[in-house]
């Protein structure tokens, strides 16, 4: 997937590679990136130990918001799409001690059906 895709809000899959320099001061000892989605600037990390939300802000992206949410806080996550001539789709993940769940939202592909299978095999186990 391509700049196109990315702007079209589509989900695309990031190489643990190429983002291990930006990620490497904050994971701790005997942490790895397992896989990672960016979507438009925003990211899904997937670590061997928890989930990190990745929301750049501002004009230029220079701010940038890390959340961690360990697998084990997670309550429960959804996905709900409008149907088959909406291909809009949007993701819900509630954590626990939060009231209201996070929410991301997703145009067409499959990304995140791919998303939901990896939170799945990490709160599931």
Do not use: C
Request: hydrophobic share 40%; aromatic share 8%; net charge neutral.
């Amino acid at each position: 997937m391509g700049l196109l895709d990315g702007l079209m809000g589509h989900a695309s899959e990031v190489s643990a590679e190429q983002i291990a320099q930006e990620f490497g001061p904050i994971l701790i000892e005997g942490e790895r990136i397992e896989k990672a989605f960016k979507l438009i600037r925003d990211m899904f990390v997937f670590t061997n130990k928890r989930l990190i939300l990745v929301e750049k802000q501002g004009l230029t992206g220079t701010k940038v918001d890390y959340q961690t949410i360990p697998y084990s806080s997670i309550k429960k996550f959804s996905k709900e799409s409008a149907g088959m001539l909406d291909l809009d789709a949007e993701l819900s993940i509630w954590v626990t001690g939060e009231a209201v769940p996070i929410k991301k939202e997703f145009k067409k592909g499959d990304s995140i059906n791919e998303i939901y299978r990896i939170l799945s095999q990490h709160v599931l186990k």
